[in-house]
């Protein structure tokens, strides 16, 4: 090939081949939002299991009601949410997931709750609002605190929500324990809200002491952005 | 997308379109490889004179294995003269040259020391023969070098000089072998290059050229240290014909240690840069077609790509450190490792593939290099360590070589 016809050819080919790429990328992010809402199928089977075990706790002992937690399907959504927010440049489809997300946790968070009342049981619950901007550094710092205390706490129940995600649930919840945007990361344990950075003896301090329960050893990942 | 990940499209869009390029060039011509590749050697009629000067500071330990390999050399007697000339040497190199003084084919010279490009000249301006040549005196050449790149000068008047293939002369360390991959990648590049009619260095070890040629465009230069580099620019400003002759090979002693390869390198980029300053003129200039759209570019883009490819590297590793630095802060060394093999993890950005790719384009370019250098018929270990030893090492040597072109700084002596 004679001249700039050869640079042409070659752009040529050097574009199909970052189409190839962006088509391949575009295949399997597709793939993966493919499980991500296949995940979410399950979330949402989960919630109705969720649902009816809070219907039934009325007639049923405590002995009866064993699983209270979320699937594991949930706990692995929580991976790849967390997953996929660092790491898909399209977040509109993740967002919604996100809020239903948000709601299968409220309801296990309400659920839990019940169960703990009713049963005596000793569960905390933890809920934990979080920002993914780049200017929360404490909310990276809590995200770990919280990842340290479900690892080592299966009696701790953590629910993470993003407080920046356009969720009338979340707003809610924020709304009811009187939190505010400036005020994150913020966690509410046990029904009583604290704002600001909490340390991991300060969390620890508010556990109790006994062994573990049985009754809730899912882990929940902590969904916040480890990195920007 | 963040300003740096356009940046990083546009930068690894730009290498795949090198890369693309020198594959393009090669499917162009790849009918010819076998007569390149021919094994036989070429029948000269009246072959030419040729002088090989041998530039010497204190080379006192390799000298006698340099002069000894162009006396082997296969070619005939009374057209090969060896012109070794001592550049003011503080060991006992020139002790060591006296033992050929009742050599006839060997000529002896000593002159106070002035550089590299200063031995050369002296040697050119010393000689009568047709064609002329250097050889640095920590290299060996293969005896049926000098025919293979005569019969070149023969079947092509306008050519003007021939390169070698250059193979690290019996490599010992992990370094060794990891530059002998970059050579024989670089033998290919080179040979796309001359394809092109657009190659950018003759390097000091026996490239040979047209005496003629000196007449008319001058003789070597100091350069920024870097001799061979600058001439190959003026033959190009020149319209000067300058081919690559793949399978006459030559045995170059290489760094051993990564200091001394830094020092080698820092003086190739720097080298680089300052010529390219110089012949700016050249670049983009449709006049000189592939030599100022491709050669000088590509170079220039290769200087770039790295030296933001490790900025951001070291970004991505600072925002790491101080995520880990909050992580220890907050929980202690409290932190599980958390493996997952899910599919679901692997990277499968846009950016991943294109990589795989041009690391693919990569490795074709090095194994074709590897044949054509007959150091082997695929793929083999040397081009993983080669592509590791690289990433981390070379980026040093890159952005040192800006540095010291951004403030100013002198370059680093020849040897």
Not at chain 1, 54 to 68: H, I
Request: hydrophobic residues 40%.
């Amino acid at each position: 090939m004679k001249g700039f016809r050869k640079y042409f050819v070659v752009l040529l080919i050097t574009v199909g081949i970052f189409a190839i790429a962006y088509f391949a990328s575009v295949y399997f992010n597709n793939q993966k939002i493919a499980e991500i809402q296949k995940a979410q199928d399950q979330a949402t089977v989960d919630v109705l299991s969720s649902e009816t075990q809070f219907d039934l706790l009325e007639s049923q002992s405590c002995q009866d009601v064993t699983n209270t937690y979320l699937s594991q399907e949930i706990s692995n959504l929580a991976d790849k949410i967390s997953y996929a927010e660092q790491n898909f440049s399209d977040q509109t489809q993740l967002n919604l997931l996100k809020q239903q997300y948000a709601i299968l946790e409220v309801k296990d968070y309400l659920l839990t709750k019940q169960i703990s009342e009713r049963c005596k049981s000793n569960i905390v619950t933890i809920l934990y609002f979080y920002e993914n901007a780049n200017s929360c550094t404490d909310c990276q710092k809590q995200g770990y605190v919280l990842d340290a205390i479900r690892q080592n706490y299966p009696q701790a129940r953590v629910y993470s929500f993003d407080a920046g995600l356009d969720s009338s649930t979340i707003r809610a919840l924020l709304s009811i324990n009187k939190i505010s945007d400036k005020t994150l990361p913020a966690v509410v344990v046990d029904g009583t809200t604290y704002t600001g950075f909490q340390s991991l003896d300060t969390l620890t301090a508010m556990l109790p002491t006994t062994t573990p329960s049985t009754t809730a050893s899912t882990p929940k990942k902590t969904i916040t952005k480890k990195t920007q | 997308m963040t300003l740096g990940d356009i940046i990083t499209y546009i930068v690894i869009f730009l290498a795949v379109y090198v890369q693309v390029f020198f594959l393009v060039t090669y499917i162009e011509h790849r009918k010819k490889f076998p007569a390149i590749m021919n094994k036989e050697l070429p029948e000269l009629v009246n072959p030419p004179k040729v002088a090989v000067i041998v530039p010497c500071w204190n080379e006192e330990k390799t000298v006698h294995g340099t002069i000894a390999s162009i006396l082997a050399l296969d070619y005939p007697a009374d057209k090969l003269e060896v012109i070794a000339v001592d550049d003011g040497s503080t060991d006992t190199t020139w002790q060591e040259l006296l033992q050929y003084k009742d050599n006839p084919r060997v000529r002896i010279f000593q002159k106070e020391n002035g550089g590299k490009h200063t031995a050369i000249n002296f040697g050119i301006d010393n000689t009568d023969a047709e064609i002329v040549g250097g050889l640095d005196a920590d290299s060996f050449v293969a005896p049926d070098a000098l025919r293979r790149m005569i019969a070149m000068f023969q079947s092509d008047p306008e050519v003007m000089a021939v390169t070698p293939s250059l193979i690290v002369h019996n490599p010992q360390t992990m370094l060794q072998h990891a530059q002998q991959v970059e050579y024989n990648m670089s033998t290919y590049n080179k040979k796309m290059l001359s394809f092109l009619g657009a190659i950018h260095v003759t390097p000091g070890p026996f490239s040979l050229f047209r005496k003629s040629m000196f007449d008319k465009i001058g003789k070597f230069r100091k350069a920024h240290n870097t001799e061979d580099q600058e001439l190959a620019y003026r033959m190009q400003q020149n319209h000067l014909k300058i081919e690559h002759c793949v399978n006459a090979y030559v045995y170059t002693s290489s760094p051993d240690t990564v200091k001394k390869l830094y020092k080698q390198r820092l003086r190739w980029i720097y080298g680089f840069i300052q010529n390219t300053i110089d012949y700016r003129h050249l670049v983009f200039n449709a006049e000189y077609l592939n030599f100022s759209f491709f050669t000088l570019p590509s170079g220039i883009i290769s200087i770039v790509a790295v030296v933001f490819l490790s900025a951001s590297f070291l970004y991505d590793f600072i925002v790491f450190l101080i995520s880990k630095i909050n992580q220890i802060a907050a929980v202690g060394f409290n932190s599980h490792i958390h493996i997952n093999f899910n599919w679901f993890y692997i990277n499968t950005q846009t950016v991943f593939f294109v990589t795989i790719i041009l690391y693919v384009l990569l490795i074709f370019s090095i194994v074709m290099g590897t044949r054509l250098n007959q150091q082997g018929h695929g793929f083999d270990w040397r081009i993983l360590l080669y592509l590791v030893v690289y990433s981390v090492i070379a980026p040093f040597w890159l952005l040192k070589a800006v540095w010291n072109t951004i403030t100013g700084r002198r370059q680093p002596a020849w040897r």
